[in-house]
């Protein structure tokens, strides 16, 4: 595995996964993985179905603790600090390190609510104009204000899919989050409105952290400051796991990977 990225200082990083093994009971899904993800860039995890990538994802903010059988063995550093230890709220974790999945999903509420429930479930105690403000700010934050401003009180459900997904973003950000995870954000949708995510990516990249799970390569090439390379390999036991094969800046894995497997994937001879 390339490592670049590990010569940074702990301070350059927000997270710093080190030696990270992930099992679903006694299925060990990916092996070994240590890595460093930089602030306020946005790093892509890429590879094929099942290399881990999404389960790295998940592990940044615990939403794999919500999976009964699930175990990490390693570490994992956010500004320093195990998110793993014993004395971490999981909740508190998830508030600053926000998360947008592979299909939009909106709450059965207005478009108002959808912005408001993170904060109000995190105890905001303000005023009706305040709350109005947090609302507006994250809909402009999601490039989505103009499109909406005149129906709030409209669900959510009434928008297209691609202002659904810009929906779920602006209700990430709502809460002011550190982090904003996405979970093949745009695999649901169509061109126009997967260049319009990737716009919003990149214009969020100035004040959020975003590691983004995507498929598509030329969403890596066009939006990442890093990427990230899994793979699978298989076991002595018939079975396959997967591993983190190369990290590195994007142009570096696209147009000079070090690794043969690396090469082998993004120039389509293996998939």
């Not at 993985?33 to 999404?54: D, H, L, N």
């Not at 709220?89 to 299909?103: K, W």
């Not at 490039?143 to 990430?172: N, P």
Request: aromatic share 8%; charged share 25%; proline share 4%.
């Amino acid at each position: 595995m390339s490592d670049q990225a590990n010569h940074q200082s702990a301070a350059d990083n927000i997270f710093r996964l080190e030696n990270c093994d992930i099992y679903y009971g006694s299925y060990k899904a990916v092996k070994n993985v240590s890595m460093q993800i930089p602030p306020k860039q946005i790093t892509a995890f890429i590879g094929s179905s099942g290399c881990g990538k999404s389960t790295i994802l998940r592990c940044l903010n615990r939403l794999n603790d919500l999976i009964e059988v699930f175990r990490l063995d390693g570490k994992i550093l956010y500004h320093g600090q195990n998110l793993y230890d014993s004395d971490i709220d999981p909740v508190e974790v998830r508030r600053r390190i926000g998360m947008v999945f592979q299909r939009p999903n909106p709450f059965p509420k207005t478009i108002y609510d959808n912005i408001a429930y993170g904060p109000r479930v995190n105890g905001f105690r303000g005023s009706k104009d305040e709350m109005d403000e947090i609302v507006e700010n994250s809909l402009k934050r999601a490039v989505l204000w103009d499109e909406v401003k005149d129906k709030l009180g409209d669900s959510g459900f009434s928008l297209s899919g691609g202002q659904q997904q810009r929906l779920c973003i602006a209700r990430a950000v709502a809460v002011e989050p550190d982090v904003v995870l996405m979970d093949e954000p745009c695999s649901a949708l169509d061109p126009i409105s997967t260049l319009k995510i990737e716009e919003l990516m990149m214009e969020l990249r100035e004040n959020y952290t975003i590691v983004i799970v995507t498929h598509n390569m030329q969403q890596a090439t066009r939006v990442a400051d890093k990427t990230a390379f899994f793979h699978v390999e298989p076991t002595d036991t018939g079975g396959k796991v997967g591993y983190l094969a190369e990290f590195n800046e994007t142009k570096e894995i696209f147009g000079n990977p070090q690794e043969e497997t690396t090469r082998n994937y993004v120039t389509g001879r293996a998939g």
